[in-house]
């Protein structure tokens, strides 16, 4: 490999205990694996180089699906996908203002099923796990959906998000198909944030949203938003009410599909700990972009069970892209024809050596228009 400094078998190592410990932790673990001296900066330098491979590789596969280049399988009945969102400190070298970045993150899987042999816990089946960032994300994350669970012919899609606008809209550009549903997490920390002097208030609000009584609980708190206890609480008051009232249909479809034995939402949080928070949020970390991007892509690839195969088959496996062949607008369907409604083409026998033969004069005679 051009440039390579170390083995592929130590970059490796490297990388995957980089995603889940800090660059000094990693170099005190390779020295007590292996023994050799290794710099905190040469770690990020293996991890930056691995990650650009990893986002390069990832966005030509995801062309590939966009041009439906990808192995067809059988759909499951029903699907689930979540996505969420947080952020990281970001470094401000030279910077008066701290800047972060918002990651986001979903999950498709096909259901739940036990972890163990006893006991409740539950695990999730057929799960993927994307990480990305900025407004192509949920596009991104429809691409890999259809590659990963066959999206396009499950009978049911089930979409669980937090509620912010970029979910929603994403919902109905890239997801059309599927049931919105708000995650209940949400929706309780969303009480905290906006009640948080209000524990009856919250109780009562609460049970009325849970019996599927949405406009009551909604009148309750226009009743508060009246008689608010200054003008933070009355700030908070009209946010919950605005939340509640644009997500009501997420809310209402967690009581429909429970009553039809679906799963409810909710995995994300979890996995938005373990992907992001536990390894980008803890003592203060700060982060560049590029270095962020990359270590996300990895720890991705690793949760994904992709991290074997990515160096023995898919980091050397050229990807070829075809160019990308839009579908027709629907403009060019309404348009008048230009050309006479008969379809001119040319029969080779007319030409062909046996053009004097019967069945060759049988055949002239048919095309003729005047025949019918």
Not at 213 to 220: H, R
Not at 234 to 246: A, G, H, P, Q, W
Request: aromatic share 10%; charged share 30%; with cysteine.
């Amino acid at each position: 490999v051009k440039n390579q400094r170390i083995s592929l078998s130590r970059a490796r190592i490297e990388c995957f205990l980089s995603g889940f410990s800090s660059y000094r932790e990693v170099v005190e673990g390779i020295r007590l694996l292996i023994g050799g001296p290794r710099c905190h900066e040469a770690i990020r330098q293996s991890v930056l180089k691995e990650g650009k491979l990893i986002i390069e590789n990832q966005e030509k596969k995801l062309r590939q699906i966009e041009n439906l280049d990808y192995p067809d399988k059988e759909a499951p009945d029903t699907a689930y996908v979540e996505a969420d969102a947080t952020y990281i400190s970001l470094q401000h070298r030279g910077k008066k203002k701290k800047e972060k970045m918002e990651v986001k993150a979903g999950v498709g899987y096909t259901g739940k099923e036990a972890r163990y042999s006893t006991g409740k816990s539950k695990r999730l089946t057929e799960k993927f796990t994307f990480i990305g960032t900025g407004k192509g994300f949920m596009e991104k994350l429809s691409l890999l959906a259809e590659e990963r669970l066959s999206l396009s012919k499950v009978k049911k899609v089930i979409f669980g998000g937090d509620g912010d606008s970029w979910i929603t809209s994403g919902i109905k550009d890239y997801f059309p198909l599927a049931t919105y549903i708000l995650c209940l997490y949400h929706l309780y920390k969303k009480f905290k944030e906006c009640l948080p002097k209000r524990k009856e208030e919250q109780r009562v609000i609460k049970d009325l949203l849970l019996s599927n009584q949405i406009d009551k609980g909604l009148s309750v708190i226009d009743q508060l938003i009246r008689n608010p206890y200054d003008l933070k609480d009355k700030d908070n008051l009209v946010k919950l009410y605005t939340y509640i009232s644009r997500n009501r249909q997420g809310i209402t479809n967690q009581f429909i599909l429970k009553d039809k034995g679906i799963e409810r939402a909710g995995a994300i949080e979890s996995n938005i700990n373990k992907v992001i928070a536990s390894r980008f949020k803890k003592r203060g970390m700060s982060w560049s972009k590029p270095g962020a991007l990359a270590l996300l892509k990895i720890k991705e690839t690793i949760l994904n069970g992709e991290w074997d195969k990515w160096w023995e088959t898919e980091r050397e496996r050229n990807i070829k892209v075809d160019k990308y062949k839009p579908p027709l607008p629907a403009s060019c369907f309404k348009k008048e024809a230009e050309s006479s409604p008969l379809i001119e083409v040319t029969i080779p026998a007319f030409i062909g050596p046996d053009q004097g033969k019967p069945w060759v004069g049988v055949l002239r005679r048919l095309t003729e228009v005047e025949y019918y």
